[in-house]
Nanobody
Framework: QVQLVESGGDLVHSGGSLRLSCEAS????????MGWYRQAPGKQRELVAT????????NYSDSAKDRFTISKDTTKNMLYLKMHNRRPADTAVYHC?????????WGQGTQVTVSS
């Protein structure tokens, strides 16, 4: 079982940077893929960014590419999402995701609200 706890969400203005954090309850060295998804009100959950941990290969959605950066700290079992140039369209609950063997795990999410 893997528990994921997100933090860092906030009510912010457009522009600027914000960093989201995800802490795993187990060593992330044993996890294959971790990532961030988001769900805006009335919309389906969508991919933001993922990372294959062994190779550090990253994948971004078109809206996140060139603005967001996913990173990890294996010593702290942490995953991060640095959000630059925030936009109102980024308003959503951001969920951390982990895939270990064939099991998928989700965190409860952290709310990011971007005002114009």
């Amino acid at each position: 079982q893997v528990q994921l706890v997100e933090s860092g969400g906030d009510l912010v203005h457009s522009g600027g940077s914000l960093r989201l954090s995800c802490e795993a309850s187990v060593s992330i060295c044993g996890i294959t893929v971790m990532g961030w998804y988001r769900q805006a009100p009335g919309k389906q959950r969508e991919l933001v960014a993922t990372m294959t941990l062994m190779s550090s290969t990253t994948n971004y959605s078109d809206s996140a590419k060139d603005r967001f950066t996913i990173s990890k700290d294996t010593t702290k079992n942490m995953l991060y999402l640095k959000m630059h140039n925030r936009r109102p369209a980024d308003t959503a609950v951001y969920h951390c995701y982990a895939l270990r063997t064939t099991n998928a795990y989700w965190g409860q999410g952290t709310q990011v609200t971007v005002s114009s």
